[in-house]
């Protein structure tokens, strides 16, 4: 009978075999202190679907100190490994600091006894090690012992030069709300995704995206609108209390409740909540909001195609800015606005030959100042001119376009977008500075503001403006 007991696998070894099938109790089992809410289980489903294939490119928004990154950037790296040694895994975040505390995470949790008992045959360098021959192991990189598997640690906006990537997890890629805010930063990071992190991916990689949102176009609002027509991307969003926002659709919660009540209470959020709405709505809801106060424009979706008055607007833009060039339609007392061209790295002659067969010859073009242009432009039958500009045309124009009811045809996503974030700037007491705006993507706009400081003008000095039928007598 003693010797059948002895046969019987122990409580621990078969908790480890079940850490092994499943995330949560690889959790559980490596960090037995680890503190579990439903939400928490509800992520760790989430990877466990990411780990055995069923999901490939996944987006996570949660609250600050919620546990996401627990188990997105220290516990499910070793996991992977554990499960395939083989695996090439890069981690990313906005700071090489933080990706490399991280790293060291990482190896920490393969290291420990725990783990061992889980996953036996992933090994580091050094301690433990069970491989004969150099592995590099430091607090950038480190490989498996006898696999062709690595983790690797970068900022966002490192190198990536000469590194395959199996799966590729970005935690938390806007620092704070100075980046959020900074339309330089943003392009930055979304350069850095596209043309250095993407790059590295093959056709059976995963991505694996998490943070706190800080605005409506962070990385997360970019990949959200450029890279899921497909719907390829799965969401799990879980705002701090649940109202109208959107959540998983496995959120069980009552309207009002908080996510983690006995860590992070309702009465403490809405606390928050009161000090900064903006901010709240962001980090905490998943739900970034242009910060109102601030808000230059208000504009509805529509369109209108046969007005009486129109014009075009163009934006030459300078590398790497793009090229905008809008037709712009005016009745009664409402905008309407169309993107025709918005694209960057245009050459002189691509410019030409885009704008000649995107505008009707008939109407009045109104062009920033690049002579050679506008007359290159005109000897192809272009109704091309110099817009007014001066030392205040930038508030004049702006305060034109606040006078009409502004409507931007649905598939003007650059138009919109710019509309939306165009700002005053603060003073240091968080008022709106009339007539002076903050640094943003103002290609579009600047091109709808010559259009419309014409129309103005024409309008004072009762001119018959450009018809959509391409007459254009002139009355005094």
Not at 90 to 115: H, K
Not at 459 to 470: A, E, H, P, W
Request: aromatic share 10%.
């Amino acid at each position: 009978m003693e010797n059948l007991i002895n046969l019987l696998p122990s409580l621990e070894s078969l908790k480890a075999e079940k850490a092994k099938r499943s995330f949560i109790d690889f959790i559980r089992f490596t960090k037995p202190d680890y503190q579990t809410n439903w939400h928490h289980e509800l992520l760790a489903k989430y990877l466990q679907d990411f780990a055995d294939g069923k999901i490939k490119k996944l987006l996570v928004f949660m609250p600050p100190q919620h546990g996401k990154s627990e188990q997105v950037s220290r516990r499910f790296p070793a996991y992977l490994l554990g499960k395939n040694p083989k695996l090439k895994i890069v981690g990313c975040s906005y700071s090489s600091d933080l990706a490399t505390s991280f790293n060291r995470d990482v190896q920490r949790i393969i290291d420990d006894e725990q783990y061992r008992k889980v996953f036996p045959e992933t090994t580091l360098s050094g301690i433990n090690s069970k491989g004969k021959g150099a592995h590099v192991r430091n607090s950038d990189l480190f490989e498996v012992v006898g696999h062709k598997g690595y983790y690797k640690s970068v900022g966002v906006s490192g190198s990536l030069t000469g590194t395959a990537v199996d799966v590729g997890i970005i935690d938390d890629p806007v620092k704070d709300a100075i980046e959020a805010d900074s339309v330089t930063y943003r392009a930055r990071a979304w350069d850095w995704f596209t043309n250095v992190f993407l790059t590295r991916m093959h056709n059976e990689s995963q991505i694996l995206v998490t943070q706190t949102r800080w605005h409506e176009d962070d990385l997360s609002g970019r990949i959200l609108e450029k890279m899921n027509d497909g719907n390829e991307w799965v969401v799990l969003s879980l705002p701090a209390i649940l109202r109208e926002e959107l959540t998983a659709k496995e959120d069980k919660r009552k309207k009002g409740e908080a996510l983690w009540e006995s860590k992070h209470s309702l009465k403490r959020l809405l606390g928050i909540e009161k000090a900064n709405p903006r901010a709240f709505h962001s980090l905490y809801q998943q739900d970034p909001r242009p910060f109102e106060g601030g808000k230059v424009f208000n504009f509805s979706i529509g369109w209108k195609e046969d007005c009486k008055i129109r014009r075009y607007g163009l934006d030459f833009g300078y590398s790497p800015d793009p090229l905008a060039l809008v037709d712009v339609r005016v009745e009664g007392d409402n905008l309407y606005l169309r993107e025709k061209i918005y694209q960057t790295k245009l050459d002189s002659d691509e410019i030409i030959n885009r704008a000649n067969k995107n505008i009707d010859k008939g109407v009045k073009t109104l062009c920033d100042h690049r002579s050679e242009l506008i007359q290159s432009m005109f000897k192809r039958g272009i109704n091309a001119h110099p817009a007014k500009k001066g030392k205040d045309s930038i508030d004049a124009g702006v305060k034109s376009m606040q006078k009409f009811n502004i409507f931007v045809h649905p598939d003007s996503k650059n138009i919109q977008k710019e509309l939306k974030y165009y700002s005053y700037k603060m003073d240091k007491d968080g008022n709106p500075i009339g007539g002076q705006y903050s640094e943003v993507m103002n290609h579009a706009i600047d091109a709808i503001r010559y259009a419309v400081i014409d129309i103005t003008y024409s309008k004072q000095n009762k001119l018959r403006t450009f018809s959509t039928n391409g007459n254009h007598k002139t009355i005094r």
